[in-house]
């Protein structure tokens, strides 16, 4: 028998959110380090983060941003065929934070795993899951973008410290017709050159019997104002090859979500590609950096708040540890649903 490999198209049909419920303020973080709200707000754009607290875990909010997204697209959990997580912190060395929220969901017919890409993490994910669908090889696949940085910060760095928040977002993709294709171009890239100016390390325990190996710091790394100068000058051009790869321009762009890492950066970028301000959706000032769960936060929100609506075209970007960068272009193919407090609020 002939096997016909035809290919397919890729449209997203759900999206969720979820951050912890303890808000920490600017002001709060000056009982922690030399800062001041001033500071942080007129440097990074931000006013608050969310954390988690106690016995809270990534993989819970993992579950209620997925369940959020399956419950959008009104679709069984059974029929969905892979969940792919991207963290960097997951709760546990292994199982894969994907085994968590498969189960925690009810997929249970899907396999997984984690992409770890810091906070290029969810755009690779969805560029990931986008080529599995249109090959025919699954037909729902659940995309998770979730960090919990706070746990891996040093609180007396306040170069790092204050920049960071947790929280989860998801977006299920389905397999269509080709004519029905949402997903337009991406471009996804690496420098690995590069990785020192943005890393965390684990502790290294070597067997006891042979030397053990330097101390390392368990916490972030990161050299601001290098990754700065790196993400001013990836972005603009993957935006630009992306646009390019799928033959439309500037114009054509609804609203573009950025990784929400400084509001300047963002600031930098709709100046330099000509994008008027109000296209761009900006939600740092209360969540902070949530890693690769930025973007799909975003895109929850403007979903539900009714900015991105069925037929709008979205363009992602995200960049950060690697050094790495991704963008997607797709159209908002997902249903808009009414928006209601506790969404907005996670
Ligand atoms: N409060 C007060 N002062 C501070 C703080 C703070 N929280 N942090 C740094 N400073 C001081 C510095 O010590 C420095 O003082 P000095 O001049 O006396 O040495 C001064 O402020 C300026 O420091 P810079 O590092 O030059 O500040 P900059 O304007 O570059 O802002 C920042 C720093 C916000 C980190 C910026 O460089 C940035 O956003 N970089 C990009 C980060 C990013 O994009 N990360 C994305 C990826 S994250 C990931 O992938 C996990």
């Known amino acids: 028998m002939t096997i016909q490999k035809i290919l397919k198209g890729v449209k997203i049909i759900g999206v969720g959110g979820a951050v912890p419920p303890t808000i920490i303020m600017n002001d709060a973080l000056t009982q922690l380090v030399d800062t001041s709200d001033e500071w942080i707000t007129s440097r990074t754009g931000i006013k608050q983060r969310h954390v988690l607290s106690g016995d809270e875990t990534l993989s819970d ?11 959008q697209a009104g679709v069984d959990p059974a029929t969905i065929g892979m969940v792919i997580v ?7 060395r292994y199982p894969a934070m994907a085994a968590r929220v498969q189960t925690g969901i009810g997929a249970v017919n899907a396999s997984g795993y984690d992409i770890a890409l810091a906070c290029t993490g969810f755009a690779a994910a969805l560029i990931t899951a986008e080529q599995f ?10 995309v998770i973008g979730a960090d919990a940085h706070t746990r891996v910060m040093d609180w ?3 170069n790092t410290c204050v920049l960071f928040g947790d929280g989860a977002g998801a977006v299920l993709l389905e397999s269509t017709e080709l004519e029905n294709d949402a997903f337009l171009a991406c471009d996804m890239n690496l420098d690995g050159a590069k990785a020192n100016e943005l890393h965390a390390d684990h502790i290294v325990n070597n067997c006891p019997l042979v030397p053990q190996a330097s101390a390392r710091s368990p916490y972030v ?9 790196f993400a001013v000058a990836v972005v603009m051009n993957s935006i630009l090859r992306t646009l390019e790869n799928c033959q439309k321009t500037i114009e054509d762009i609804d609203y573009l979500i950025l990784h929400q890492a400084n509001i300047r950066i ?6 330099r590609l000509g994008i008027p301000p109000e296209k761009m959706i900006v939600n740092l000032q209360r969540y902070g950096n949530t890693s690769a769960a930025t973007i799909p936060l975003a895109l929850n929100e403007a979903v539900l708040d009714g900015r ?8 992602i970007c995200g960049f950060g540890g690697g050094l790495s960068w991704a963008s997607s272009c797709f159209k908002w193919g997902g249903p808009t649903v009414a928006v209601t407090t506790e969404q907005m609020n996670g």
């Open 221 to 229: 790394q990161m050299n601001g104002r290098e990754v700065y100068k």
């Open 86 to 92: 991207a963290t960097t912190t997951p709760d546990e």
């Open 156 to 158: 007396s760095d306040r």
């Open 61 to 71: 909010l993992g579950v209620q941003a997925a369940k959020q997204a399956v419950a």
């Open 133 to 142: 669908l249109r090959t025919g090889f699954h037909q729902r696949i659940l």
């Open 266 to 271: 963002m600031e930098s970028m709709t100046e």
């Open 308 to 315: 991105i609506k069925t037929g709008s075209t979205v363009m």
